[in-house]
Every structure is written in C-alpha cells, then in structure tokens.
DNA sequence: ACCCAGTACTATATAATGTATAGTAGCTAA
DNA sequence: TTAGCTACTATACATTATATAGTACTGGGT
C-alpha cells in the first residue's frame, strides 16, 4: 500500500484504538494490520511521542505471554486531539473525493 | 490543514487536473488550492519528478500575462500510474474510515 | 539442557515529500 | 518607474514511515 497515504493516519488509528480501552504496542501492530499494513518500527516512535506530548499514560503490568507490555492509556488531552484529527482527516477525504470525482468524470 | 495528509496526495491531484487539458504549474498550485491549501514550493518538485519518471511530457507555450509558460501533457504512462494511485485512494481511504467507525460507534 | 519461535520493547539510520525561503524574470497599470 | 501579479527554479528543513538490529522473556520440541 502507498507509504505516503499513511502519513499522519497511523497516528489517528493508534488514538482511535486505544479510545474503548489501554493498548500495548505490540497488539497495536497487529490490530490496525488488519486493516493497513504497518511496521513495528512505525508503532513505537509514534506511541513514545504521543506519550511525551500528553496524549496518553503508560502502565506496566506482566503478561504470562513474555515480557512485560507497557499499556498505553488515552489522557483527555488525547480524546480531544483525536476528536481534531478526526475532523481534519473527514474534510481532507471529502476534498480529495469531489477532486477525484470532477477530474475523472468521463 | 493537517500537513502530513497531504502526503502522496498531491501527486495524484496533480495528475488528475492534467487529465482533461495540459497544465502549467502555477496554474496547478492555484486550481489545487481551492480545495487543498498548499504552497508553490510542493508542486514544482512534484511535477519535475513526475516528469522524470515518464509521467508527463513539456513544453513551452508564451503567455501574455508573463513569462513563458511550462505546460504538462500527461503522457499514456502517467494515465495508468494515476488510475493505479485512485485505486489505491478508494482501498485505503475506506479501510480509515471503517477503522473511525469500528472505533467511534459510541 | 539446548535451541527456536513467538512475544514485546528500544534505538538508530534512511527515504520520501511538503514547506519555507529566496531568487530570477516578464508583463501591466498607476 | 515602481508596485504587483505572473511564472519558474533552487536549496535547506521538518516530519514521519520504514528497515534493521538488538535486548529480553516465555514455552515447546529434541
């Protein structure tokens, strides 16, 4: 899939999924996969920096699966973020959408 | 707007306005624009690499309202690359927006 | 006891691309 | 002649997804 469309949304889709409840990063990986392929590497930059901005809380609990998982908990402040995001992605598509259908129309 | 949306897209919106009728770049920036705001610094690139890579073929047409103008004819090769990037469009922004709803339904 | 696969996180370097900024140059109208 | 619009070029920068490598824990097969 075009790398360059999942700019900016990968950081929406790990806001939306950790809205219902905490997330560690690993399940992230393989949950927003399913959908948009992703990489580990792309995962962790964005929760650490998403955590330094506020955005989340991070815990650690033990798993009986391997190491400890650091959950990550969306804070108010990241509510309010993804609420923005959100928005700007709906207009952003509804603009790309009217330009791709007054150019193609045939 | 959010800058990193804009990633990839301007490209296939480029693409797109020359569909109908050759194009020259200071015209691509302010068409664009009155969907998607951006800058005359990203269109020039975007049209030079286009244009490296096959995708469009140039030439210059006088102008009496300035300089020469460089006009962009998309070429048979850059019809099938931007069918191939709405493709890719149509896949990926639906697989946002599920993940928005799946994620939202409150 | 040993090795391997799966789980889980961290760190660094790289590539792609939109933007800011600055510069060149032609035309028209006040 | 000067300001403002038109039109293109070039360079440096910021952001972000990826590739790659490494650390470390668990459990199963041999």
Redesign the interface.
């Known amino acids: 899939?075009?790398?360059?469309?999942?700019?900016?949304?990968l950081?929406?889709?790990v806001l939306?999924?950790t809205?219902?409840k905490d997330r560690y990063g690993y399940e992230l990986v393989h949950s927003?996969s399913d959908?948009?392929q992703i990489a580990e590497g792309s995962i962790y930059p964005i929760l650490r920096r998403l955590t330094k901005e506020g955005y989340f809380a991070t815990y650690l609990a033990e798993s009986n699966e391997g190491p400890p998982r650091k959950y990550y908990q969306l804070t108010h402040a990241g509510r309010e973020y993804l609420d923005q995001?959100?928005s700007?992605?709906n207009?952003?598509?509804k603009?790309?959408?009217?330009?791709?259908e007054e150019?193609?129309d045939t």
């Open positions: 899939m075009n790398v360059q469309f999942k700019k900016g949304i950081e929406l889709c939306i999924y809205l219902k927003i959908k948009i995001l959100v700007d992605w207009l952003f598509s603009s790309v959408n009217e330009i791709i150019g193609m």
